[in-house]
């Protein structure tokens, strides 16, 4: 089983910068994507692949960056010029070469003045 725990969910002001963190952990080895998905209907916020792929939402493009750090099993969400809108619970995705999906438990992003 693999376990993702989140952090880095914060209330900041509109312009500012938030970074989450999602650290994998149990079987790793089977890992094929990591990525974050955005309340409430899961948007897919970004996601990179073990080989450092990427795909970002175009709402985010040119203000998030998604990174992983294979050693450590954990993935990066950078979010700079945070938007209100950006508002909502971030998910960490991970999932498996079998196409099976695991999630985190979520953590709050509010971007308000």
């Known amino acids: 089983q693999v376990q993702l725990v989140e952090s880095g969910g914060d209330l900041v002001q509109p312009g500012g910068s938030l970074r989450l963190s999602c650290a994998a952990s149990?079987?790793?080895?089977?890992?094929?994507?990591m990525g974050w998905y955005r309340q409430a209907q899961l948007e897919l916020v970004a996601h990179i692949t073990i080989?450092?792929?990427?795909t970002y939402a175009d709402s985010v493009k040119g203000r998030f960056t998604i990174t992983v750090d294979n050693g450590k099993n954990t993935v990066y969400l950078q979010m700079n010029s945070l938007k209100p809108e950006d508002t909502g619970v971030y998910y960490c995705?991970?999932?498996?070469?079998?196409?099976?999906?695991?999630w985190g438990q979520g953590a709050q992003v509010t971007v308000s003045s």
């Open positions: 149990g079987g790793t080895s089977r890992l094929y994507r």
């Open positions: 995705n991970a999932i498996t070469y079998t196409d099976f999906n695991y």
């Open positions: 080989r450092g792929n990427t």
